[in-house]
């Protein structure tokens, strides 16, 4: 099943970048790290029109071309060079699912945050040749990478827009993607990780349950949002949209993933000192929240933004709650797109 | 554990009332159904003062005494005749733990909310003579007993306090109450409702997780709000207090009530119709919503009571989200004596 999800018939044409032998910030070695990438647009003569856009949980480039790419987007390719990167772990770059034995599956090292924009610097900086990065965005867990990048190399990020995600996990969101991923590791098929083709594919079920549960807003259910995409009911919902998404996805590959953005952390470039960390940054920084996000609220990206000099708080509303991410939402697309285009066009 | 756990000694002292044969509005018997009641003060002679306090899910008549009732408390036992009563199924009262086979355990019929009303209303009819109740109220699935009381029996109760709990569940909260339910019964060791005692800890564990992750505001884990109860982490806080406090239950008493909590919906006394069904209420109501409460938000409890003639919504905030209702807030227990006396006070 994973195998014939994770390919260039679903997620393609992406191209491959392999770095060799790479050592994460564990110590752990992964052999020849191979990131999985795409590209929109044209790198100018000065290069400097290149914007970088890491991946989100469970996600690969190709929902983030289909819901932020396009001509009159605000990221449009007649303009920009556009880089849309697969975070390690996700099913494409090197991952549980992809990787020979012996480190395959449940034996594939545990990477952080760190490491997955560490073996991004090194594509965009020894294949693509670019000094500076326009811009650097990301949903979720690609805000955590966006963060990482301010913070780890300020000079090389021109601005940042890291959206409905956080620089420090809160003790609060880590609890909820601990019960993500027992969710998953609770089913008896999951055999530590060494289990047969879709056999957990209950314990996935049940993980599609609870990221639906506060990955939308009540409300969404309660009007009953999801039916202009003819959804009959919460189950029907639920089955057929996130569980759906979810069940051809590898196990291992979800629990790396959701190990690492429970782990993040920019504080640790400066001690434990969150302040500190994110004071580095010298990017123009626009913050994006989204107002009915039960993953990443308001309150929490906003004590962030405090500590970030030129930064911006912006927020948006919407009923999907953080899951507007997925472009469902017209309204949520208008608004995004209103506030990286005000962010490209700020000199910097 | 569970038989040690539902005594005297923890919850004592309580009487029981036996009503004989029961039909619930299934149309399923319970042999000898038996209500398990705790009263405190002396009921006047006019019979005026008499109070009506069901449990909430997972808790016993003991956690109501100790929360809300005292001297110099909105219910003082010095002013007012006060009945706590175990609902069906909280293993007090009759439950899947303490039926005799062959309808013990997973053979025990599912009650509804109105099953637990009409016993109710035997209790305060033939005990104790009552043809008014002075106030009814509770939290959570208290409040939505309470709720039933006032649209089932509106000229028996003069006022009616619902507690952060709904009328009529919303489709999210029916989700949020199915991964409840869903890691419990996911337990292979749940063996559908036959398992040895103490057998489902893991499912019970995985349950208190996730109760935690939504019960609480995320404001509480990420101040260490339980830091002044001596807990260190949020894994202690999770175990110490929450996953001690459902391991000695008994799990199929436990998914009878999430069953019953699901399906709550005062709208089936006007066949569908919640306008209507609420406009039925006599009770002077005050609706009250705890601001933080994610498991049943303001704007949900906000739309219920704009359809109450003589009615008012109350906020109380509170970092403990919605199990301040234990009493664990002061500033939550000052606000809900406030609401509660104001209520009592007004001629009804």
Redesign the interface.
């Known amino acids: 099943m994973a195998s014939e999800y994770y390919s260039q018939d679903i997620h393609g044409p992406y191209q491959l970048f392999e770095l060799g032998d790479f050592e994460f910030e564990s110590g752990a070695k992964v052999r020849n790290l191979t990131l999985a990438f795409a590209t929109f647009g044209a790198l100018a003569p000065d290069k400097s029109n290149a914007i970088l856009f890491p991946t989100w949980y469970s996600g690969s480039s190709k929902i983030l071309e289909q819901a932020y790419i396009g001509p009159g987007r605000a990221l449009d390719p007649s303009k920009y060079f556009i880089i849309l990167v697969n975070q390690i772990g996700n099913g494409l770059s090197s991952s549980p699912s992809n990787a020979p034995a012996p480190f395959n599956a449940a034996a594939f090292p545990q990477p952080s945050i760190g490491d997955d924009v560490r073996a991004q610097y090194e594509l965009v900086t020894r294949h693509f040749g670019l000094t500076r990065l326009a811009l650097v965005l990301g949903g979720s867990m690609g805000a955590q990478q966006s963060w990482e990048w301010a913070v780890r190399y300020p000079e090389f990020v021109a601005r940042v827009a890291p959206i409905a995600g956080t620089a420090k996990e ?7 993607v ?2 993500f991923i ?2 998953i590791a ?3 098929a999951f055999n530590g990780g060494w289990y047969a083709p879709g056999a957990v594919h ?1 314990g996935l079920r ?1 993980h599609a ?2 990221f ?3 990955g939308f807003s ?5 009007t ?1 949002g999801w039916s202009g995409f003819g959804f009959t009911t ?1 189950e029907d919902f ?1 089955t057929g949209f996130v569980a759906n998404h979810f069940l051809p996805q590898d196990p291992n590959n979800l629990l790396l993933l959701a190990r690492k953005w429970r782990d993040g952390d920019v504080s640790r470039h400066a001690g434990g000192d969150l302040k500190a960390a994110l004071g580095r940054i010298k990017a123009k920084t626009a913050v994006v929240a989204i107002d009915e996000d ?1 993953f990443f ?1 308001l ?2 990206l906003a004590a962030e933004q405090a500590l970030i000099p030129n930064s911006q708080l912006k927020r948006i509303s919407s009923v999907w709650g953080h899951l507007a991410l997925f472009g469902v939402d017209p309204g949520f697309n208008a608004a995004i797109d209103a506030i990286l285009g005000e962010l490209l066009a700020t000199p910097a």
Chains 1, 2 share one sequence.
């Open positions: 809160t003790l609060h969101n880590r609890l909820l601990e019960t027992d969710a609770a089913d008896p209950r049940a349950k609870l639906a549960a506060s009540p409300v969404l259910f309660n009953r919460t639920v039960a609220p309150a929490d």
